[in-house]
């Protein structure tokens, strides 16, 4: 972690770790694509992440506890990547996020699908994202309801339904 910060601030200080596009899109895809290795982030995420910008962004959500790293024990090269507690708690910010982008911006019915469900669902389902969030990412127990489910479900419904309509 960085030992000297330019103030103070919450906000300051939360944009020295989030501050950048790539972080949050890192977090985003891990969240939302359950995406954990470096090769799934690198290749799957539309923005097109170079490679070594996702190593150095890698490097520092660990380093500020974003993020874990542990070997993976089915390939001795790969390493896995899981929220941590404080990663996992970034959910409303990015519900807020959502619901800010799906009123202001020109967002894609598929890519805003989730947000709409979060903005809909409320700190309720927020709660219930984070809960299914540790069951994955640090071993607590799988909650009854898989918001992770739902979310992508209707991510799917939509995607299908317009290649049907093409």
């Not at 501050?19 to 799934?40: A, C, K, P, Q």
């Not at 800010?100 to 699908?113: D, N």
């Amino acid at each position: 972690m960085k030992d000297a910060h330019r103030s103070g601030c919450p906000i300051n200080l939360t944009l020295e770790i989030l501050g950048d596009r790539w972080s949050l899109i890192v977090l985003r895809d891990m969240m939302f694509g359950n995406r954990r290795h470096f090769r799934e982030l690198l290749s799957k995420s539309q923005e097109g992440i170079a490679s070594n910008i996702l190593a150095d962004r890698l490097k520092r959500l660990v380093e500020e506890g974003l993020l874990s790293k542990v070997d993976d024990p089915s390939h001795k090269q790969k390493s896995i990547y899981s929220l941590t507690e404080m990663g996992i708690q970034l959910v409303p910010v990015f519900a807020a996020m959502g619901t800010w982008g799906r009123k202001f911006l020109a967002v894609s019915e598929e890519l805003s699908i989730r947000a709409e469900l979060l903005e809909n669902g409320g700190p309720k389902m927020w709660e219930g994202f984070m809960e299914e969030l540790r069951h994955l990412h640090l071993g607590a127990p799988a909650p009854e309801r898989s918001v992770f489910g739902e979310l992508r479900s209707a991510y799917e419904a939509v995607v299908a339904r317009k290649e049907v309509a093409a």
